[in-house]
Nanobody, 126 residues
Framework: VLLQASGGGLVQPGGSLRLSCTAS????????IGWFRQAPGTERDYVSC????????HYAGSVKGRFTISRDNAKKTVYLQMNNLNLVDTAVYYC????????????????????WGQGTQVTVSS
């Protein structure tokens, strides 16, 4: 499977963006998907993940209550709705896939993911 992240852009503090992670080459039905982000000069950090069937999702504490992950396997796309964005959310956002049929767990660690998309830049600025 190949992944492509899109939907990034420039937004003011308090604004919203929806990122998409679209697969090609294979179905997403057997993959859990994670979102990670990397701000300039920092390591890549975990943001959120969702199981292959969408049964379970998880969020980093810094985004919980503001971000929502969802998926449409028929469209081979996973979404990350980001609301109430603030300056510290500025980063390159990456999606990644792990071959997993788990229904109650998805990984928060980069090493669990086998396939990575290219990033999409999110800039929060006034």
């Amino acid at each position: 499977v190949l992944l492509q992240a899109s939907g990034g852009g420039l937004v003011q503090p308090g604004g919203s963006l929806r990122l998409s992670c679209t697969a090609s080459g294979d179905t997403l039905d057997f993959y859990s998907i994670g979102w990670f982000r990397q701000a300039p000069g920092t390591e890549r950090d975990y943001v959120s993940c969702i199981t292959s069937g969408g049964d379970f999702s998880h969020y980093a504490g810094s985004v919980k209550g503001r971000f929502t992950i969802s998926r449409d396997n028929a469209k081979k796309t996973v979404y990350l709705q980001m609301n109430n964005l603030n300056l510290v959310d500025t980063a390159v956002y990456y999606c990644a896939a792990e071959l997993s049929m788990a229904t109650t767990y998805c990984a928060a660690y980069e090493s669990q993911y086998e396939v990575w998309g290219q990033g999409t830049q999110v800039t929060v600025s006034s």
